[in-house]
């Protein structure tokens, strides 16, 4: 049996995610890895929920605001320097948890990458071109025509993924999805993992008060810095997006929020489509009692 585990805390954005992955790590006096895409960026900490500065000083993290929105930093890329932490953090800890809602991201640390055929980068700038003229619409439409079950868990709202889907559907004549049930490398660790949730209503109560809190802590402010980058692929997410929308006089401010609270809404809704596929997770609701955590957690160590 491997020795080594690595809990994984998964589940719908604004859900406590960050709080119970403390927790854990406090209470296994281990190291936590974030597998969320989004707080990579230094410059993008209001609109991504960065934890705060009391709980990042709590416990040790990493992968947290490590990279620029000015430095191309791919999937690939976290899975190798994820891998070669984890590594270094398994020679002295037996628990490692990693926390995060970018289901890509999870997996890629969990499973490994898939390998995608090589595609003509004519493809590329064609779906660029696409996206330009016809507008991400377009570009939906298309990916529910020829991958079904990708255009069920992909963020709809992110360009970058539906193009990357797009160029291998188009490239290869296969759904992108084909690729990604072929065998994986093997871990040198276990996952075990949990999944924080709640009543619907719940969750999107949740994320509207989070979108209040990120205005009230500064999101506006941090957007109106960004402006000028906002062709970026970092900043082409929820929270972002809509309040460029707003500077360029497409809404007004309350649109803007409005559409942030709906988008994020419709992003945690893909998220939990994403998780309820996975058989291998522990359940646990968002008002959850820590012991019972823990003993499910020793119970898959044990088991």
């Known amino acids: ?86 590594e270094s953090l398994f020679q002295d800890k037996d628990i490692v948890v990693m926390v995060g809602g970018s289901g890509l991201y999870v997996d890629a640390i969990k499973n490994g990458l898939d390998n995608f055929p090589p595609i003509d980068p004519v493809v590329r700038e064609t779906l660029n071109n696409t996206l330009k003229t016809e507008g991400i619409l377009s570009l939906q439409e298309r990916l529910k025509i020829l991958d079904r079950d990708y255009y069920n868990q992909v963020d709809l709202n992110n360009p970058h993924r539906l193009i990357r889907a797009l160029e291998v559907c188009i490239g290869s004549g296969l759904p992108y999805t084909s690729f990604l049930k072929q065998k994986k490398p093997k871990r040198g660790f276990n996952t075990i993992t949990v999944g924080i949730t709640a009543e619907r209503k719940i969750i999107y109560d949740r994320i509207n008060q989070r979108v209040d809190m990120m205005l009230e802590q500064g999101l506006l402010e941090e957007v109106a810095s960004l402006e000028e980058n906002q062709a970026l692929n970092a900043l082409q997410t929820v929270g972002y997006r809509e309040l460029f929308s707003y500077f360029k006089g497409d809404f007004d401010l309350d649109t803007a929020i409005a559409e942030i609270k709906k988008n994020t809404r419709r992003f945690a809704k893909r998220q939990l489509t994403w998780l309820r596929k996975k058989e291998d997770i522990l359940w646990v609701d968002y008002e959850y009692n820590f012991n019972e955590i823990l003993e499910k957690i020793e119970q898959k160590r044990n088991g």
């Open 1 to 86: 049996m491997c020795k080594k585990n690595l809990i994984s805390i998964v589940g719908p954005t604004a859900i406590g995610k960050t709080t119970l992955a403390i927790a854990v790590a406090k209470h296994y006096h281990t190291e936590i890895i974030s597998a969320d895409s989004r707080q990579f960026y230094k410059e993008m900490a209001v609109g991504t929920a960065v934890p705060s500065s009391e709980e990042l000083a709590s416990v040790p993290h990493h992968f947290i605001q490590h990279k620029s929105i000015f430095e191309e930093y791919t999937v690939g890329d976290f899975e190798r320097e994820a891998i070669k932490k984890l």
